[in-house]
């Protein structure tokens, strides 16, 4: 009896939630494509384009809904058992509010562990790809951060159409100060002009500044027989400057975005970050919000719970609908108060992505116990 209980009420949920996901995703996507057609509009990308941006772009979108789509979930799931009058038929028979709650909570827990394991990795790959096509056709990005075991690197155009890239074997946590720096100039046709080594780079306004270097020059005019100019010997030089468009602010941006990463590749992306010597902060929350996105879905049910299992004769499913989505509103703002705090340091990650979750599940299970009497 008890557990075909469950497996109807699980049923009822699931349901739920998979119309719910597809009406959103589908809300999503249109709603994405008529942005991305405006941010487009007067430039080269077509129709096509913009569509696969908009594709591209929904699963990280959905990730971000999930919390609310739970909530949602759960109070189609409960209020529709109210409406019918099973609620009370299974109350009156003894079974307890949590029996009947508990297969929406392992249900939303299951949904959240598919979240980060299966539908994040997707969503991130998928990110990326929609980056590259908005940095070609809505965007003129002329700078590029990327973060390996070797150190960094970073691609920067300079004025007179020249191309640098630097490679850095560490850098400072805002990657201003950069180390054991290696600079790879090429021209306006991307030839390899001139190779820079440098002890360390200083990023000034507008321009960065390399001391203790050496320069080689690739002279177009002695080529040897493979096309390269016999590179002089290498003189030592107090500085170089290398003119610059860059701004920490731009750098910071420049590093690939925590959403761009897959949840299972993120710990070695954090490692490589933190080896060179940049903040991994932002990434190290990110990755604490995903593992605790089970949780969070559990919280959200409660919350539906709460609000949606009062029968219908008694009044009031307005306000209570309204109580619902006035604490999913308050979840959000919670979540981006903290991830903020913990994407800045001010307070520890872990702390900052469980916190939310805590809070919503305690809020909900004193309402259950208020309202329904355990």
Not at 109 to 130: E, K
Not at 221 to 228: M, R
Request: net charge neutral.
């Amino acid at each position: 009896m008890t557990g075909t209980l469950s497996l109807y009420v699980a049923r009822r949920f699931a349901g739920a939630f998979g119309a719910a996901f597809l009406a959103v995703f589908l809300l999503v996507l249109i709603i994405d494509l008529v942005e991305q057609t405006r941010r487009s509009a007067g430039g080269e990308a077509g129709f096509d384009v913009v569509a696969a941006m908009a594709f591209l772009h929904a699963p990280s979108l959905m990730l971000e809904i999930l919390p609310f789509l739970a909530l949602l979930a759960s109070m189609a799931c409960f209020s529709r058992l109210a409406r019918s009058s099973e609620l009370v038929i299974t109350r009156a028979a003894g079974v307890s509010v949590w029996r009947l709650i508990s297969p929406t909570l392992i249900c939303a827990v299951l949904i959240g562990g598919a979240g980060f394991a299966v539908l994040n990795p997707l969503a991130a790959g998928m990110l990326s790809r929609f980056e590259t096509l908005e940095a070609r056709w809505v965007r003129d990005r002329t700078s590029l951060l990327s973060v390996s075991q070797n150190g960094l690197w970073l691609r920067q155009s300079s004025p007179g159409g020249q191309q640098s890239v630097i490679h850095a074997l560490g850098a400072n946590r805002n990657g201003t100060r950069l180390r054991g720096v290696t600079v790879f100039r090429f021209d306006a046709e991307d030839r390899l002009s001139a190779r820079i080594s440098a002890a360390r780079a200083v990023l000034e306004p507008g321009v960065w500044t390399l001391h203790e270097a050496g320069l080689w020059r690739f002279e177009e005019t002695s080529q040897d027989a493979e096309g390269l100019a016999a590179a002089p010997r290498r003189g030592e030089l107090d500085r170089v400057r290398i003119a610059t468009d860059l701004t920490p602010d731009a750098i910071l941006e420049s590093f690939a975005s925590p959403k761009t990463i897959g949840f299972w590749e993120l710990p070695g992306f954090i490692e490589a970050l933190e080896t060179s010597g940049l903040s991994a902060t932002r990434h190290r929350m990110h990755l604490q919000s995903q593992r605790a996105l089970p949780a969070l879905l559990a919280a959200m049910v409660l919350i539906g719970a709460a609000f949606s299992m009062r029968h219908s004769r008694f009044g009031g499913l307005g306000l209570m609908a309204l109580g619902a989505i006035g604490s999913g509103l308050g979840y959000f703002f919670l979540a981006n108060l903290t991830q903020a705090f913990g994407g800045s340091g001010a307070i520890a990650p872990p702390l900052a992505a469980w916190i939310p979750p805590a809070a919503v599940s305690l809020m909900a299970v004193g309402l259950i116990l208020h309202w329904e009497d355990g």
